[in-house]
C-alpha cells in the first residue's frame, strides 16, 4: 500500500483563489516527493458564515437539515477549486464530496459524528490520482441527508480520514502550531515543539482555537500523531503526540489559556435538605448544558451555590433557574459575565507537586481573587473577573516559565 | 397515486431572499389546493455564471468534473433556501440534490442527458412532505461524478420529473408565457394561449431563450403538456402541446425569431471533382459544429460555398478551413459576423402553399437582401445583414398578423 499524508487547508489558507494557488504549489512538492495526499479542505474564508447568515434571512431557526445542506457547498466549491488548481500545474488530482466518499456519520445535524468512511475508494483513486481532495466538516447519514460535524468539524474529517487510511495527519492553518498561550493576544506566547493530546484535550476545551477536540480525541484513540503547521511558511510546527519524547524536559505547565465566553450564576440562600441542588444539574443537563465550576459555600442554616457555564447559554439557564426555584421565596440568583476563566495546563502536574499551590499564590500576590476553581490531573482552572484576566494570565506565564 | 404537479422556477425567480419567500407563498396556495409539488429550482440570480468565473480564475480550461462540481452548489443553495422558506410558513417541505434523488445522466460533464429518476423516492416523500424541492440542472453518472446538464438545464430536469412521475410541468419565469417574437426587443410582441411541441422545438432551437430545446423533445416524446407563466403574476401564460385545439384559428405562422449569434462562411472558387465540400463538412462534423444554411453556387469552371454557424465556434472552424484548405491555393475564404437570422416558425405551414414566397416578398419589397436561407416543414430562416435585421422582423410581423 502506497504511504499517504492526510493534510488539511482551514479557511483562512484557502480564503481566495491566489491562496489557493499556494496550496497547490505546497502540495506539488510532496507529491514530487513520491507522497499520495488526501487534502481536506474547509471552505473558502467566512463562507460558512456568509451561508448561515443567508439562511437566518429566511428563517431565524432554520431546519437544521436544510441548513447542512447549504452549508455543506462552501467545503464542495473549495475542494473543486483546489482540484483545478492541482490539475493545472500538472498534478493529478480529483475532489470528492461526502457522499462520494460515503463518510457515513449520524444523523445529528450540525453535529454529527464521523462513523465510517469508503477508504477502498481512496485507495483505488490513488491508482490514477496523486492527490484527493476531500470536502471537510460534512458527511451523510444513512438515509443520504447531509449532515456538518460542527466548528472546526474539518480537523475531525482529516482525523478520521488518517485513522481509517493508516496515514500521517498534518493541519496547516494562520497558527504556525501550538502556543502556550493564544499567540493572538500575548506577545510572549512561545511556540511548543510537542505537546501531548491529553494536553492538547484540555487546551481546546479551554478555548485554545487551533484544533477541534474531537479531532484530538481520535487522534488520541488511534494514537496518530498529529503535526500541526503554518500554511504559508516552512517554520516547524507542533508535534502531537502521546507521549513526550524522553529526552524532552518536561514542563511542569505545558500552555494557559483564557475563556472570556463565560458567565457565573451564584444562586444563594438555599435551604438545606431540599434536593434543589439535583433538581436544577438535572434540568440544566436534560437541556445537555454542561456545568463547569462548581463550589458549594455553607452558612449555618443555608448555602450559596456557585458554578460557571458557557455564556450562549445564559438565557435558557436563567429560564430553568427560574422555573426551578420559582417554588422557593427565599432564593436570591446573580448572573455575573464579567469573568474569564484562566487556565494551565501540562502533563508534568500528575508528577509533579505543589502546581496547584504555585498556581493560586501567584494570583494572590498579584491581589487577584480567585471567584472559582476546577482542577484535574493535568489541568487547574481558576475564574477571576474579566479585568484581572490579563494581569493573571502574565503571572502564570512568569510563575511556570512559559 | 397523489396528484402531482412539477413546478420549475429559474434563477432570477429565486434570485433573491425575498423572491424566494415569494415563490414559498406562491406554492403555499397550491399545496393548500391539496396538490403536492416536486418544485425544481435554478440557481439563484447570477450564481452559475459567477461559480464559472471563479473557476476561470483557476485555470482557463478548468476540468469539466470539477467545474460541474462547482456548479452544482448552486441549486443546492436555492433548493435548501427555497425548503426552509416553506417549512417557515408551515409548509412540510424537503430539499434533494442529485444524488439524494438518483437523477443518473450519461456522463459527458456540462451537457449530460438524463438517463434515470428515483421516482420511489418522490412517492414515498410524498408521505411526509407536501412540497419536494429538487436542485435542477444536475445529475451524477454510474460512477458518482456530478454532472450538469448545460445551459437551461433546470427545463429539462422539471420535464424529466414531470414524465417520470406521470405529473403536470409548469415553468415559471420572468416572461409570461412564449411569444409571437422576443418580448425583450419587441414591443408589438404578442402572447400565445398555445403553441405546439414542433413549433416550440423550432423556436428554441432558433434562439427564443425561453425553454431548453431538450426540454421540449422529451415533453414531445412523452406528450407531456407544458405550461409556461410569469412567476410573480397571475397572468394567464402559454401551453405547449402535442397539437392546437380544434376550435383554435390555426395562423400560418406562429412566431418569427432573430438570431444575432450567427456568422457566414463563404469559400470561393472551389474546382469541380476535388471532394473538398465533403472534406470540410465531415471535419466540421468530427468537431461537433453544427453548420445551418448551406448554399452552393456554381461558375463555369468553379463552385462558391456559403453556409451559417454560430459565432462562438468561428475561431476553431477558421481553424478547420485553413487546416483543409492549405493544399488549395486558388481558394479564398471569407468571414462575415455582420448577419442575423430570421425565422418564422408555424405549424400552419404544413397546410398553408405559398407560405415562402410570402416570406421572401415581404423581405424584397423592402429591399432586404437574403444571403442564404434554409426550410423545414415548419420553419423558413433566411439570413440578412445585421442592419436589416430589425425592419425584416417588423415585416413579417406584420406580413402574418402577428
Redesign the interface.
Known sequence: MTEIVVQKYGGSSVAT?DK??KVALKIKKRVENKEKIVVVVSAMGKTTNE?IK??E???VT??P???D??L??GE??S???L???L??IDIKA??Y?A??LQIYTTNIHASAKILDINAEKIFKSFDNYDVIVVTGFQGIDEM???TTLGRGGSDTSAVAFAAKTGAKCEIYSDFPGIFTCDPRFNEFAKKLDYITFDEMLELSALGANVLHSRAVEIAKKYSLEMYCASTFSEERGTFIVDNLPEWLEQPVVTGVTMDNNQTKITIYNIPNKTGIFSRIFDSLAKQRINVDMISIVYDEKVAHLTFSVISANREKIRNIITDELKSENSLEFNFDENVSKISAVGVGMKSSSGVAARFFSALDKKGIKILATTTSEIKISALVSKENSGAALKELIDEFNL
Request: aromatic share 2%; net charge positive.
Open positions: 483563489i489557493i494557488k451561508l443567508l439562511a434571512k429566511i428563517s432554520p431546519e437539515r436544510e441548513l445542506m447549504i455543506s457547498t464542495q466549491v475542494a473543486a477549486l482540484s483545478m488548481a490539475n493545472s480529483i475532489s464530496n457522499f462520494q443520504g441527508n447531509i
